[in-house]
């Protein structure tokens, strides 16, 4: 069974830009629809972005919408996650998910138990 690895997170300045990464290591989720959530320290998780399993269609939240772009390149079994424009609040351990294409709207209203997979996760952090 194939895993989900994060990564790219690291400690950045405001206004810079992190691109993040999430290899599927067997292929296994070549028709799930991805997704990237975070949780901030005492905070629950949040639904950041999704994309379908095409990569044709890609949504945002309204936090990081206009900053963030999610993208899927399905040769080598990837998602990015380009962060621009980052900001302090955006600092949280930021996880992959996996769900079916059908379950994408529980992924984006942010229902974990819609998820199948998870990542564990890699840490973004943003100073002023």
């Known amino acids: 069974q194939g895993q989900l690895v994060e990564s790219g997170g690291r400690a950045v300045q405001a206004g810079d830009s992190l691109r993040l990464s999430c290899a599927d290591s067997e292929g296994t989720f070549s028709t799930y629809a991805m997704g990237w959530f975070r949780q901030a320290p005492g905070k629950e998780r949040e639904f950041v972005a999704a994309?379908?399993?095409?990569?044709?269609?890609?949504w945002y939240s309204d936090s990081v919408k206009g900053r963030f772009v999610l993208s899927k390149d399905s040769s080598i079994n990837t998602v990015y996650l380009q962060m621009n424009d980052l900001k302090p609040g955006d600092t949280a351990v930021y996880y992959c998910a996996a769900a079916p294409q059908s379950r994408i709207a529980s992924m984006i209203k942010a229902n974990l138990g819609g998820i199948e997979y998870w990542g564990k996760g890699t840490h973004v952090s943003v100073s002023s």
């Open positions: 994309i379908s399993w095409s990569g044709g269609t890609t």
